[in-house]
């Protein structure tokens, strides 16, 4: 049976990642067409999830606001239109809100909070990752957004086999109890691994720079996750989905990612002064 299960994770996940990076490589239309999948699949998950006769998610609004936010943050980022545009989701954001009036539902503002976490935990990283990608240069550079994979891909995969074959020591149990600090140590060295590997291969980063992005990803990436299997707990659910054999639904295998992009974000906008100042490696 656990062979069976590895089987079909090594399958789904072989045939994701070339699917990741076939869209990465190819163009940024398709990196962000490959983006809006990963937004649409990931909030239409999250709103299922949270629907109950309580609330009930507006998943229309959401998809809407949340492509116009994708759409006009890579427009800007990659300079074919001025920071005017972002003011576009403004009223689109609005509109959350007026849909309510219309919609006659029993707790309109459970709706409307639960419409706008979906916006905030899944479109708004997404967003961040997209820019990450367009930097230093404001233009899109596939080696980050590839190398990014990586590191992610490493961290998790790692971790997996070291939590398996040495996991002893608990993590956080009380809300991952299948998580262990060896695994999270295995996860690092893979990471870091890699980022050296990636530094040789794609110099648009420093190697400093590949190590600080491989540390900030394993270190939010696995707050991401954690918070992910709270939320999980909260709802008693082992998977988030079942989309992706073997892993679970989009937000099981894309937690990494939305906890750890925005985080990456801010590190690449300080990091031409950090190596102005400090000792490049």
Not at 159 to 166: H, I, M, P, Q, R
Not at 177 to 201: D, M, N, Y
Request: aromatic residues 12%.
């Amino acid at each position: 049976m656990a062979s069976d299960n590895l089987i079909k994770r090594t399958i789904t996940g072989i045939a994701l990642a070339a699917i990741i990076m076939v869209a990465i490589s190819l163009s940024f239309a398709t990196f962000i067409l490959l983006i809006m999948v990963i937004n649409l699949l990931g909030l239409l998950e999250f709103y299922c999830l949270f629907h109950s006769s309580a609330v009930i998610p507006g998943k229309i609004q959401g998809i809407v606001l949340s492509v116009c936010m994708l759409v006009t943050s890579a427009l800007f980022i990659t300079g074919k239109s001025n920071q005017t545009v972002l003011l576009i989701n403004i009223p689109v954001a609005f509109g959350v809100f007026i849909a309510e009036l219309f919609l006659k539902a029993e707790n309109p503002f459970h709706n409307i909070a639960f419409t706008f976490l979906g916006i905030i935990c899944i479109t708004v990283p997404l967003c961040f990752f997209t820019a990450v990608t367009c930097l230093p240069l404001g233009q899109y550079q596939s080696p980050i957004a590839l190398g990014y994979f990586f590191l992610l891909w490493a961290s998790d995969t790692g971790a997996y086999f070291a939590g398996k074959y040495f996991g002893r020591h608990h993590l956080f149990e009380r809300i991952s109890p299948g998580k262990t600090w060896e695994g999270s140590f295995g996860g690092t060295a893979s990471a870091l691994l890699v980022a050296c590997i990636a530094a040789h291969f794609f110099k648009t980063i420093s190697l400093s720079g590949w190590i600080m992005m491989a540390v900030i990803i394993i270190v939010t990436g696995t707050f991401g996750d954690l918070i992910k299997s709270l939320m999980k707990r909260s709802l008693h659910l082992k998977d988030s989905g079942t989309i992706l054999p073997g892993h679970g639904g989009m937000l099981d295998r894309f937690d990494s990612l939305l906890g750890s992009a925005p985080f990456v974000f801010c590190y690449l906008i300080v990091l031409p002064y950090l190596e102005t100042h400090f000792i490049k490696l």
